[in-house]
Every structure is written in structure tokens, then in C-alpha cells.
């Protein structure tokens, strides 16, 4: 009986806190303290941007690339870098080995090295590109001078 009751308790528990972060899903990006990297494609944020007007901003990653996990764990989790970018750019994080549009994306746009860091118009053309880790306030310098 006491194993019952313990079951009925957790579950329970469990329904509950589940219950209570099923709004969170609901995201507002003026209180948001990441940036929002978008789920579209690269083509359909080309399309995006042309019809926008916003520059795309690319986050050409790998999984085994140590810069890049520190940048997503200290640079685009800063709640200023979070509110610039998400207001100015379509965000796009994209793995270049792993996802399809990777290896040629990498190919287009001559990738060597990781993290790099496309800011492209909705042509596709190179507005600024940056190699290597960049700290909260040299991402926002570059944001802000674009």
C-alpha cells in the first residue's frame, strides 16, 4: 500500500511540473536572454530577409568545435547580446557537417575554420564575416556596426 501511495505521489508530482512549464513555450523575444536561432532553412531565410529587410546572421558551427560550444553557452546566452540580435537579424545556427545544407553552405562561402560568423543580405552576399570565439561585447560591436 505505502508503494502505491508513494507511486500516486510522483506522479503527481511529475504531472504537475510538467503542467506548470508547458507555458514557457511561449517565447517574447524582448525578454528573452538567448539569441533566437530560427528552425528555417538557409533558403527560406534568404527569402526572409529579402522580404524583411534584415540581415541574416550565420552561425557556421560543428559539434566537436570547442570555441563554438563556449560561444553558445556564454556569448548568445548574454541577455544584451540576446536583445540586439534578436531585433536586428534573422538568426540561423547551422552544424556544417551534420546538417544537409552544411556542406555546401561551407563550400559557397569558403569555411575553414569554426565558429565562423556569416552576416549576409538576402542575396546571399557576404555583408561582414568573422572567424574565431567572439566574447558578448566584440559580437555586439559587430552587431552594432552592421
Wanted: glycine share 6%; charged share 25%.
Amino acid at each position: 500500500m505505502k508503494k502505491v501511495i508513494a507511486l500516486f505521489v510522483l506522479v503527481g508530482f511529475a504531472s504537475s511540473s510538467f503542467i506548470a512549464t508547458e507555458p514557457s513555450n511561449l517565447i517574447q523575444t524582448d525578454s528573452v536572454d538567448e539569441i533566437i536561432f530560427s528552425q528555417m532553412t538557409f533558403e527560406q531565410a534568404l527569402k526572409e530577409a529579402k522580404k524583411t529587410g534584415k540581415l541574416i546572421f550565420l552561425d557556421a558551427y560543428t559539434d566537436w568545435c570547442g570555441p563554438c560550444k563556449k560561444m553558445s553557452a556564454h556569448t548568445f546566452t548574454d541577455p544584451a547580446v540576446a536583445k540586439l540580435f534578436n531585433s536586428k537579424f534573422i538568426n540561423l545556427k547551422i552544424e556544417m557537417e551534420k546538417n544537409p545544407d552544411g556542406p555546401e553552405i561551407a563550400r559557397k562561402y569558403a569555411i575553414r575554420a569554426y565558429p565562423s560568423l556569416l552576416f549576409l543580405d538576402g542575396n546571399g552576399k557576404v555583408i561582414k564575416y568573422v572567424v574565431g570565439y567572439q566574447n558578448p561585447d566584440q559580437l555586439i560591436a559587430v552587431g552594432k556596426s552592421l
